[in-house]
């Protein structure tokens, strides 16, 4: 649930409003790298963060229903963060 999802970005070890960043934009990088796959619009609702690695600057985000055969509901697919000049760059392959 996305209250499961607030208590583990407050519970990160990052500030808050940064976790909140981190999150919006690794969501909106798992989109652009999974819509050639998937080929239709999905929203930030289809994912949540289940784990956020500060010490390695990774997130683990979970899918919360299936996309597409190969991307069905439970998957997690990590990727990196970085935050820089009060901007946030993630990347998801």
Partial sequence: ??????AL????????????LVTFSAKE?????LYPEV???????AARVCKIDILHQRITLELTQTLTQNRKKGSQIAGYYVMRDNQV???FA
């Fill in 39 to 45: 080929r239709y619009f999905f929203g930030f609702e």
């Fill in 89 to 91: 760059i993630t990347l």
């Fill in 9 to 20: 970005l407050a519970d990160s070890g990052i500030d808050y409003e940064i976790a909140l």
């Fill in 29 to 33: 990088s798992l989109f652009k790298a």
């Fill in 1 to 6: 649930s996305s209250l499961d999802e607030q």
